[in-house]
């Protein structure tokens, strides 16, 4: 064996080498999840535009066209049993997905964060108190616990988000808390409290943005479980009104003609949903690795 061949092996084993590829791997693996993540976005957004311009069928017209239709020039990913056109309910349901989970999502940061850093820095009863009630909603599974509260408020989209924001508060509770108590010990937490500052302004100022560089990783993974989520409440026909375009229904509405050969009025929404768990999950699973610098050494080795 040459040198110089002995040299590139060399290189190849060693750490930096494997380090440099493990963050390539995860570079590439990030920047495909945004790319599907933007995707949905933009569909999102454009669909209102698309069908008000007569390039996007209504998608709530279940008459107007020819039923179990399969996917054509005129009907991209076909029509449905009821006469809808799949490829116009598809991307109005990314809308209406969303509208839900992002919603759901902010509602459990707005919630959990505040409460994690007050029991946090308190202590006490308070702090036992909340630890008791937060760890008794995390035992429940999500879908149970989502399933009880929409039967509670009832279907919609804002009803919906509550349903599902209750199961994530605990999950920004816990995480806020624990770094605060970890954090509130330190020196300039101390030299803040002996020049008087009051607890408001340590909380704010002090501890916050210590505290919360977990929180945009914990968003982004609880976005694409509340899509799942949101998904198994439509297919239960508990999610959203009935005249709004869903994944989770227009998959249960599929089932019956599965056995007929009518696949694509269940492939294309079941196709959306899962790419778009999918790219919040390799967004998630990139900001992870970003932010926990540990982490990342220990997926690089």
């Known amino acids: 064996m040459t040198f110089n061949k002995l040299r590139r092996l060399r290189f190849l084993r060693s750490p930096k ?17 945004v790319s599907i993540t933007l995707v949905l976005i933009l569909a999102a957004l454009l669909a209102p535009l698309l069908q008000s311009w007569g390039w996007l069928q209504d998608p709530t017209a279940a008459i107007e066209h020819p039923i179990h239709q399969p996917p054509s020039p005129e009907y991209w990913f076909g029509t449905s049993r009821q006469g809808y056109d799949v ?17 759901a999502t902010t509602m459990s940061v707005l919630v959990g964060v505040p409460l994690g850093l007050v029991s946090g820095y308190q202590g006490r009863k308070l702090d036992r108190a909340l630890l008791f009630l937060m760890d008794t909603i995390y035992t429940l599974p999500g879908l149970l616990l989502s399933m009880t509260l929409a039967f ?38 101390e030299a803040a409290q002996a020049m008087g500052a009051s607890t408001w302004i340590v909380l704010t100022r002090y501890l916050f943005l210590n505290v919360i560089q977990s929180v945009p990783v914990l968003f982004t993974n609880n976005t694409a479980d509340a899509v799942l989520i949101l998904g198994g409440l439509g297919f239960l026909g508990l999610g959203l009104p009935e005249q709004v375009p869903e994944w989770g229904a227009d998959i249960r509405q599929a089932l019956d003609a599965l056995p007929t050969g009518i696949w694509w009025t269940a492939l ?17 699973e990139g900001l992870n690795e970003f932010v926990n610098p540990l982490l990342r050494r220990e997926n690089w080795k």
């Not at 349901?93 to 509208?99: I, K, P, S």
């Not at 294309?268 to 998630?284: D, E, I, N, Q, R």
């Open 152 to 189: 509670v408020v009832g279907r919609g989209v804002v009803n919906a988000a509550i349903a599902l924001s209750i199961t994530y508060v605990p999950q920004y509770y816990r995480v806020v808390r624990n770094h605060t108590v970890s954090v509130k010990t330190e020196l300039f937490i």
């Open 87 to 103: 490829f116009s309910r598809t991307l109005f349901g990314a809308r209406a997905a969303w509208q839900v989970v992002l919603l």
């Open 17 to 33: 080498a494997v380090q440099g590829e493990g963050a390539s791997i995860s570079i590439i693996f990030m920047w495909v999840g």
């Open 268 to 284: 294309f929404p079941g196709l959306a949903l899962t790419l778009m768990v999918t790219g919040l999950s390799l967004v998630g």
